[in-house]
């Protein structure tokens, strides 16, 4: 078996809990953390004893304390930032995560299967959903204002997320990988949080 002791920890984190092959997914990540030395945590990790309790309230509570717990234990983390529930916007509790995250200084990178812009996925949210269009509004500047049909600004041009999102995980040394594949976009972002983290290492060393 591989010695993984010597390896970085890191948080896999994003919807991805919520997919019906979660376990298979978690399974091929953590190998691909492997091959890159580092040692994927799956939020699964040491939560057995959910299984047997009720949902409810207390469940989903103790679900988030001791995700909170496994990212304290690692030293970084690998999100996915996907859409999530057919909106333009990334599951929200993993949004929190990268704000956990990033007020501990950990790296951290992305990946995503959607490229597309964050004004192309809120309109295309509005448009397919609502049958709403953005609404242009000219300013004096010569700039373009783009509102959603509840008047609210579009926001964070020339990015694929929000842009607390993703500035939280550049800031950190991290990137953001595309691609048309999970698996392959995964791959891609797992070697550049571990040539961060590598470089940090050795930096300190």
Known sequence: MTETKAYPKIYLGGDLVF????????HTFKEICLTVRLHGVSPFDGQDEVEALPAGKDTSLLIARLDRGLMDECDGALFCIDPFRRAADMDPGTAVEIGYMAAQNKPMAGYTIDGRSYHDK?????????????????????KTRWLDADSMIVHSEGLLQNAMVEGFI???????????????????????????MHNVAGEKA
């Open 19 to 26: 997919r019906k092959n979660a376990q298979a997914l978690f």
């Open 122 to 142: 809120v309109q295309a949210y509005f448009e397919h959903g609502w049958k709403e269009p953005l609404n242009a509004v000219h300013q004096t500047s010569g």
């Open 170 to 196: 550049r800031q950190s040394g991290g990137d953001i990988a595309v691609a048309d594949d999970i698996v392959e976009a995964f791959k891609a972002a797992a070697q550049t949080l571990s040539v961060l």
